[in-house]
C-alpha cells in the first residue's frame, strides 16, 4: 500500500501547516477529500465538466482562505461547504439552460463511491440512473440538500453545517425537494425506502429522518 507521509496528521493541522507555508500538507488534504466531494458535486450538478470545474473552483477558493478557517466545524465539513456552494453558483449561473443527466455507463460509473463502482448491482445502478435523471430537475438548493442528506448520508444537522443554514431549512427543502421527486420515482419506492442510496450513507443517525412529504417539520422557512 502506497504510504504517504503526512497521513497520520490530523485534517486541522494539515491545514494549518498549509497555512503555514507546507508546500505538501494541502495536498494531503486534497487527496484525502477528493472523492467524496467529487462525488457530491457531480450528484449535483449531473454534468462532469460542471463538476470538475466546481471543485477546481472550490480547491482554489479553500487553498486561499485557508487562514480564516477557525475551527467551527470540521475540515471536512469546511470543504464540502465551500465545494456545494461553488456548485450551487455554477447551478444558478446555468439555470437557463438544460443540464445532461449522466446517463451512459462510462459516465455513470462516477456517480458511485470508489470501492462500489465495480461490484454495485444492476437494480441499484438502474435505480441512481433514474435518481439523476429526476435530480436535474429540482432547484439548485434543493438538489443539494438531497445529494448530502441522502445520497451522501450526512445527517440533518451535518448538512445544516455544510450548507450553513437553519436545520429547519434543510428539513423544507428535503420535503419540498421529496414531494417534487416522488411522482418520478414512484415506480421504484419499495417497503420501508423512504429515500436515495440507502447503502451509499455513512451516518444517518438517531432522529434526523425527514419525512417524505408534506410541509416543514422542523420550524424552518424555505431560504
Not at 458535486?41 to 482562505?65: I, K, N
Request: aromatic fraction near 4%.
Amino acid at each position: 500500500m502506497e504510504s504517504h507521509p503526512l497521513g497520520d496528521v490530523a485534517d486541522a493541522d494539515l491545514l494549518a501547516r498549509h497555512v503555514a507555508g507546507d508546500p505538501d500538507a494541502f495536498g494531503e488534504l486534497v487527496r484525502r477529500h477528493r472523492d467524496r466531494l467529487w462525488a457530491v458535486a457531480l450528484r449535483t450538478l449531473g454534468d462532469r465538466e460542471e463538476a470538475a470545474d466546481a471543485v477546481q473552483d472550490a480547491l482554489v477558493s479553500a487553498f486561499r482562505a485557508a487562514h480564516t478557517f477557525r475551527g467551527q466545524s470540521a475540515v471536512t465539513t469546511w470543504l464540502h461547504r465551500i465545494t456545494v456552494n461553488a456548485c450551487l453558483d455554477r447551478a444558478r449561473k446555468t439555470a437557463s439552460r438544460r443540464t445532461a443527466t449522466v446517463a451512459d455507463e462510462q459516465n455513470f460509473e462516477s456517480l458511485l463511491e470508489p470501492h462500489e463502482s465495480a461490484e454495485v448491482p444492476a437494480e441499484r445502478d438502474e435505480l441512481h440512473r433514474e435518481l439523476i435523471a429526476a435530480l436535474t430537475t429540482l432547484p439548485p438548493d434543493q438538489r443539494a440538500v438531497l445529494v448530502l442528506v441522502d445520497m451522501q448520508g450526512y445527517s440533518v444537522a451535518e448538512a445544516a453545517a455544510v450548507l450553513d443554514v437553519p436545520t429547519g431549512t434543510v428539513k423544507s427543502r428535503c420535503a419540498r425537494g421529496r414531494a417534487k421527486l416522488l411522482p418520478l420515482l414512484t415506480h421504484l419506492r419499495t417497503s420501508g425506502t423512504g429515500s436515495a442510496d440507502r447503502g451509499g450513507g455513512r451516518n444517518r443517525a438517531e432522529g434526523t429522518s425527514v419525512p417524505l412529504t408534506g410541509p416543514d417539520q422542523g420550524g424552518g422557512e424555505e431560504r
